[in-house]
């Protein structure tokens, strides 16, 4: 063995991330820099959680291990897919998933509010029934599931691939009994359901800026990210038709990315309650059922329907 070839987890780690950085590498599906993504796909080729990685360093891969390793490494290089898909896992809310091509990375930073119980927006006993719009691989509303037990949730998606791997994951977590996966063009199929929570990170790409998106991107699927000219067209529809679905004293968190500012500037008359995460984000909203009720025409006119 040269002196130069890595020996320990380290090792391996600190090669993994000097190969991402010269391939000048795009983050962002799980993790935000080249040493994260290392750290991950080392992490995986061994089997460990996020938090058995610290103490795994000095440990020394088998040459099955290592080889797995260099293999992850020249394809995440070679054709950019983001490094969930080749592992088929991702983390979200401190659990693992299933994903795979059908579905988006999962990234929202829900999570946080989420592991907040939706404090102190809404008292978590009172929280029996919620809705995961856009539900994807299902891990928002598996999450709300773990984080509300008393709680029954809807998870909706249109895309029956999307369900699919959701099918996956509320089998893997074993919350089948809480959970329900809906095909539906949002609320389309929802008639007569009301909910304490609806919480949802829809599409919210505008089309112009699909085009400019690193390549990684473009491996997952485009229903899940791009929502018209301006990227607004799926969350004032999911707006526009809440207040039939939300019981009173319930509330609405989505989450809207770069979308934020033109959503405000389409609606300014609207209170939306932009809240921060840990890191200083603020793409999710809040509103009540009440600010929901009390401005539905003007959702109405921004979808170009009437109130």
């Known amino acids: 063995m040269s002196p130069g070839t890595p020996r320990t987890v ?5 090669w993994v991330e000097a190969r991402f950085l010269d391939a000048g590498l795009h983050f962002g599906h799980g993790t935000e820099s080249a040493l994260d993504e290392a ?82 927006w809404i008292a978590a006993e009172r929280v029996r029934r919620v809705l995961d ?16 037990p008393d709680a029954r949730v809807d998870a909706v998606d249109i895309s029956p691939d999307a369900l699919a791997v959701a099918a996956v994951n509320v089998e893997r977590h074993r919350v089948g009994d809480r959970v329900a996966l809906v095909r539906s063009d949002l609320y389309a199929a929802l008639a007569g359901r009301r909910y304490d929570v609806i919480v949802s990170n829809p599409p919210y790409v505008p089309a112009w800026e ?6 990684e991107y473009r491996h997952e699927p485009r229903i899940a990210l791009e929502s018209g000219d301006t990227g607004l067209e799926t969350v004032l529809r999911l707006l526009a038709e809440a207040p039939e679905h939300l019981e009173a004293g319930g509330i609405l968190i ?53 109130g």
């Not at 380290?10 to 600190?14: H, K």
């Not at 719009?133 to 509300?148: D, E, K, P, Y």
Request: aromatic content about 10%; overall charge neutral; charged content about 25%.
């Open 210 to 215: 699909m085009r400019e998106l690193p390549a």
């Open 39 to 120: 750290a991950w796909l080392v992490g995986s080729a061994l089997d460990l959680a996020p938090d058995e990685l610290e103490g795994a360093l000095g440990r020394y891969p088998t040459t099955a291990q290592r080889a797995r390793i260099e293999a992850l490494a020249a394809e995440r290089v070679a054709k950019r897919t983001p490094l969930a898909y080749l592992l088929k896992e991702a983390w979200f809310a401190g659990r693992r998933y299933y994903v795979d091509e059908r579905v988006i990375v999962p990234r929202s930073h829900l999570a946080e509010f989420i592991g907040e119980r939706f404090q102190p």
């Open 254 to 306: 989505a989450e809207v990315g770069n979308s934020c500012t033109a959503l405000q500037a389409a609606l300014p008359e609207v209170p939306f309650l932009w809240l921060t995460t840990k890191s200083g984000d603020e793409s999710v909203f809040l509103l009540t059922a009440k600010d929901l009720a009390v401005h539905r025409e003007a959702f109405a006119r921004a979808t170009g329907r009437p």
């Open 133 to 148: 719009l856009c539900t994807g691989s299902g891990c928002i509303a598996i999450a709300v599931a773990h984080a509300f």
């Open 10 to 14: 380290a090792d391996w780690i600190g």
